[in-house]
């Protein structure tokens, strides 16, 4: 007999594959051109970025395979009952036979769906009027299998030309694309060909318009496949790892009208992301497509759309990005919080410049950004929160001390409503608002026990948010000087507080007031 | 776009490098913990089998592949940093 825990196995491969993924995108979009350049100069040829590519491939095919094993694990108990811990308990010839039919299928379902793609092909230079209803079929067979991933993953992966997939969007196919990216199985060149279409704009008329090519997409179906990724949480997220900076631009500017939802898919991705690591990384691609070297200004009148979704994805981003501590001494707890205080600081620099250029005569937005409203952002990501147990609780709790803490007015969007001069007491609040980044890591800290009250005692995080909340209120809004972390000789929370605030205004403050900031990410 | 010119081109290459050769380690480690947090150790009820194995015997040789590459990555940054010395010396 053989065991596995399935559940460990899914984790580990989703984890690694996606920053496989990741670190490929960074090689192909980055790496290379800078590779290519400096040998453009005259200087030797270097295949540096292709042995990389290679070696994170196969680190990403044999990761990927571990997904596979669990589930042969869980085809050998056939739906049973599993053991304790989602332990699994099996012969291991069960297992073989299991795995080796899961692949067989997956390969054949995938080939299959490739052949049908491959019926669109000689379609591609008839003109529309003449065979309209040609494409139709073929895209009614895809719907058949809008449930089968790796068929639909084999035949979006076989369109090679952007009037292709765009036929097969405009006449149903939306579910099937969804689906495809669920598998995690779709190629970069297709998600490079799915977020040119999203750049380009939608044009009137669609398939039953007797004027229009019956390839077009309407802005109905545009909208549908941003609302249907952002709704799947799964699709979203591969989708998501799968794109550049340069494609993130392309869709989010292509078609400003869109531009809010795809932050929701971003957002919707943001919220699956499992390690801090992952979080940064997916905040770092979206500030260099958003606001990166070269990127369109937004203007007030844009920010006002745009600022609700945008500040919800880096407030999720933010949360899950601090990671946990593990040296509780007092030097490594003050470490920890100038490492998360730089980070948070750094992540949202981009961001902040951005808001701030977009209006830098008005005082009060330069006074709001300066003095640390940096964590405003976390006013408006209530409904997603992190899958794992322990993040949920500690993402939970920060939210709800910062929304309570903070008053019920939205200050960054009252002042673009031309509220300016509503907050006089704009110190107090910036000093409210500093406290969203630090109350994560104040949760982060209780739930390894290792906060205590002014008497001395642990202060201990339930689960419940309505009671964590309070509990955070009461510690942020009490004497900070009182409280300590670490044990008798462990640090003061005020002096944490500090470590934490004053690296994360610095970062903020350096990109808006360097003309020519650009973060260590790009 | 400005061309790019021999030294700005080495520059950026060089920060690049640096940047690699950081990602390179934090797969590594992400990999490593990973494993030995969700699969455990080889005999682990966690993940037992042939294929555990496999897997183990796979993942060293990418781990040590991949070790291998930031040795390359540091030894390219080299070569960089000597075209970028060379350049700052006094022309005649």
């Given at each position: 007999m053989v065991s596995a825990i399935p559940e460990n196995l899914i984790k580990y491969s989703a984890t690694c594959t996606a920053a496989a993924q990741e670190l490929q995108n960074w090689v192909r979009s980055v790496l290379t051109p800078a590779l290519l350049a400096y040998q453009n100069t005259g200087q030797p040829c270097v295949d540096l970025d292709g042995e990389v590519a290679v070696a994170i491939s196969r680190a990403y095919y044999t990761d990927r395979d571990v997904h596979d094993v669990a589930r042969a694990f869980q085809a050998t108990q056939h739906g049973g009952a599993l053991g304790p811990g989602g332990l699994v308990r099996a012969h291991e010839s069960d297992v073989d036979t299991a795995y080796t039919q899961l692949l067989a299928q997956n390969q054949a379902k995938m080939r299959a769906g490739a052949a049908l793609a491959a019926?669109?092909?000689?379609?591609?230079?008839?003109?529309d009027r003449d065979n309209?209803?040609?494409?139709r079929p073929i895209v009614e067979e895809l719907a058949k299998h809008a449930n089968d991933p790796y068929f639909c993953a084999g035949f979006f992966n076989a369109l090679t030309l952007q009037p292709l997939l765009t036929t097969v969007l405009a006449l149903g196919g939306i579910p099937a694309l969804i689906s495809a990216y669920s598998s995690g199985a779709v190629s970069p060149h297709t998600t490079a060909m799915v977020a040119a279409r999203i750049g380009i704009p939608a044009v009137v008329g669609?398939?039953?318009?007797?004027?229009?090519?019956?390839?077009r997409m309407t802005s109905e179906q545009k909208a549908q496949l941003l609302d249907a990724l952002a709704a799947n949480p799964s699709a979203a997220y591969h989708f998501a790892k799968a794109l550049t900076p340069a494609e993130v631009r392309e869709m989010f500017?292509?078609?400003?009208?869109?531009s809010g939802k795809v932050m929701a898919v971003l957002q919707t991705a943001m919220n699956c992301e499992r390690s801090p690591q992952a979080a940064r990384e997916l905040m770092h691609k979206v500030s260099l497509g958003l606001f990166g070297s070269g990127a369109p200004k937004l203007s007030n009148s844009d920010w006002k759309s745009l600022i609700g979704p945008v500040r919800a994805f880096y407030g999720t981003g933010m949360l899950n990005s601090v990671p946990a501590p593990t040296d509780f001494s007092r030097d490594g707890l003050e470490e920890w919080e100038h490492i998360a205080g730089a980070q948070n600081g750094e992540d949202l620099a981009l961001f902040l410049k951005a808001l701030h250029d977009s209006q830098p005569d008005d005082a009060l937005v330069k006074s709001m950004v300066q003095g640390?409203?940096?964590?405003?952002?976390?006013?408006?990501?209530?409904p997603l929160e992190p899958e794992a147990w322990g993040a949920k609780i500690a993402f939970s709790a920060a939210l709800g001390t910062v929304q309570s803490v903070?008053?019920?007015?939205d200050p960054i969007i009252e002042n673009l409503g031309l509220?300016?001069?509503?907050?006089?007491d704009t110190d107090g609040m910036n000093e409210k608002l500093a406290l969203g980044g630090f109350a994560q890591t104040l949760t982060l800290l209780a739930m390894r026990n290792q906060l205590r009250d002014p008497s001395n005692h642990l202060v201990h995080l339930t689960g419940d948010q309505a009671t964590d909340r309070n509990t955070l209120r009461e510690v942020l809004s009490g004497?900070?000087?009182r409280y300590t972390v670490g044990g008798t000789d462990g640090a003061r929370v005020s002096e944490l507080l500090d470590a934490y605030k004053s690296q994360e205004l610095e970062a903020g403050f350096k990109a808006i007031t360097s003309p020519h900031y650009s973060p260590p990410y790009e | 776009m400005a061309e790019t010119t021999p030294p700005r081109a080495a520059y950026w290459l060089d920060q690049q490098l640096t940047q690699l050769i950081a990602k390179l380690d934090v797969f590594i480690r992400l990999r490593t913990d990973q494993r030995k947090a969700?699969?455990?150790?080889?005999?682990?009820?966690?993940w037992q089998g042939a294929k555990r194995r496999n897997f183990d015997t796979t993942f060293k040789q990418q781990h040590d592949a991949l070790v291998a590459l930031k040795t390359a990555a540091a030894s390219l940054q080299k070569s960089v940093a000597q075209v970028l010395a060379d350049d700052r010396k006094p022309h005649h």
């Amino acid at each position: 007999m053989v065991s596995a825990i399935p559940e460990n196995l899914i984790k580990y491969s989703a984890t690694c594959t996606a920053a496989a993924q990741e670190l490929q995108n960074w090689v192909r979009s980055v790496l290379t051109p800078a590779l290519l350049a400096y040998q453009n100069t005259g200087q030797p040829c270097v295949d540096l970025d292709g042995e990389v590519a290679v070696a994170i491939s196969r680190a990403y095919y044999t990761d990927r395979d571990v997904h596979d094993v669990a589930r042969a694990f869980q085809a050998t108990q056939h739906g049973g009952a599993l053991g304790p811990g989602g332990l699994v308990r099996a012969h291991e010839s069960d297992v073989d036979t299991a795995y080796t039919q899961l692949l067989a299928q997956n390969q054949a379902k995938m080939r299959a769906g490739a052949a049908l793609a491959a019926r669109l092909t000689p379609l591609q230079d008839l003109g529309d009027r003449d065979n309209p209803d040609a494409a139709r079929p073929i895209v009614e067979e895809l719907a058949k299998h809008a449930n089968d991933p790796y068929f639909c993953a084999g035949f979006f992966n076989a369109l090679t030309l952007q009037p292709l997939l765009t036929t097969v969007l405009a006449l149903g196919g939306i579910p099937a694309l969804i689906s495809a990216y669920s598998s995690g199985a779709v190629s970069p060149h297709t998600t490079a060909m799915v977020a040119a279409r999203i750049g380009i704009p939608a044009v009137v008329g669609g398939p039953e318009s007797p004027t229009s090519p019956f390839y077009r997409m309407t802005s109905e179906q545009k909208a549908q496949l941003l609302d249907a990724l952002a709704a799947n949480p799964s699709a979203a997220y591969h989708f998501a790892k799968a794109l550049t900076p340069a494609e993130v631009r392309e869709m989010f500017y292509g078609d400003r009208q869109y531009s809010g939802k795809v932050m929701a898919v971003l957002q919707t991705a943001m919220n699956c992301e499992r390690s801090p690591q992952a979080a940064r990384e997916l905040m770092h691609k979206v500030s260099l497509g958003l606001f990166g070297s070269g990127a369109p200004k937004l203007s007030n009148s844009d920010w006002k759309s745009l600022i609700g979704p945008v500040r919800a994805f880096y407030g999720t981003g933010m949360l899950n990005s601090v990671p946990a501590p593990t040296d509780f001494s007092r030097d490594g707890l003050e470490e920890w919080e100038h490492i998360a205080g730089a980070q948070n600081g750094e992540d949202l620099a981009l961001f902040l410049k951005a808001l701030h250029d977009s209006q830098p005569d008005d005082a009060l937005v330069k006074s709001m950004v300066q003095g640390g409203y940096v964590n405003a952002v976390f006013l408006l990501a209530g409904p997603l929160e992190p899958e794992a147990w322990g993040a949920k609780i500690a993402f939970s709790a920060a939210l709800g001390t910062v929304q309570s803490v903070v008053s019920a007015n939205d200050p960054i969007i009252e002042n673009l409503g031309l509220s300016a001069g509503r907050y006089p007491d704009t110190d107090g609040m910036n000093e409210k608002l500093a406290l969203g980044g630090f109350a994560q890591t104040l949760t982060l800290l209780a739930m390894r026990n290792q906060l205590r009250d002014p008497s001395n005692h642990l202060v201990h995080l339930t689960g419940d948010q309505a009671t964590d909340r309070n509990t955070l209120r009461e510690v942020l809004s009490g004497d900070l000087t009182r409280y300590t972390v670490g044990g008798t000789d462990g640090a003061r929370v005020s002096e944490l507080l500090d470590a934490y605030k004053s690296q994360e205004l610095e970062a903020g403050f350096k990109a808006i007031t360097s003309p020519h900031y650009s973060p260590p990410y790009e | 776009m400005a061309e790019t010119t021999p030294p700005r081109a080495a520059y950026w290459l060089d920060q690049q490098l640096t940047q690699l050769i950081a990602k390179l380690d934090v797969f590594i480690r992400l990999r490593t913990d990973q494993r030995k947090a969700l699969l455990g150790h080889p005999h682990s009820d966690n993940w037992q089998g042939a294929k555990r194995r496999n897997f183990d015997t796979t993942f060293k040789q990418q781990h040590d592949a991949l070790v291998a590459l930031k040795t390359a990555a540091a030894s390219l940054q080299k070569s960089v940093a000597q075209v970028l010395a060379d350049d700052r010396k006094p022309h005649h």
